[in-house]
């Protein structure tokens, strides 16, 4: 039976098997406490051509791969040590 609950910011840190979806692979998908959902697209960023829009998208599902698990206050700590 499929998990039918909705996708809470707690499980956002937690997502895992990021894939790219939708038109050309403009959008991002994963999976949310063994629920699948949309987490973000690039579809109507107009300024960027198809290309930039696929690449995009490719890169934001890289990182969030990178970032599972981490919270957003880990993963700001991160940035300010890396500056």
Do not use: P, W
């Not at 609950?5 to 840190?13: F, G, L």
């Not at 895992?16 to 109507?44: H, Q």
């Amino acid at each position: 039976m499929a998990n039918t609950a909705s996708i809470e910011s707690k499980d956002i840190d937690r997502a895992t098997e990021f894939s790219l979806s939708g038109y050309n692979n403009a959008g991002v998908r994963a999976v949310f406490n063994e629920k699948e959902g949309g987490f973000c697209t690039t579809s109507y960023s107009y300024s960027m051509s198809q290309e930039a829009k696929s690449y995009s998208a490719a890169r934001i599902a890289l990182l969030l791969q990178m970032a599972s698990g981490l919270t957003n206050e880990q993963i700001s700590q991160m940035m300010l040590k890396n500056r």
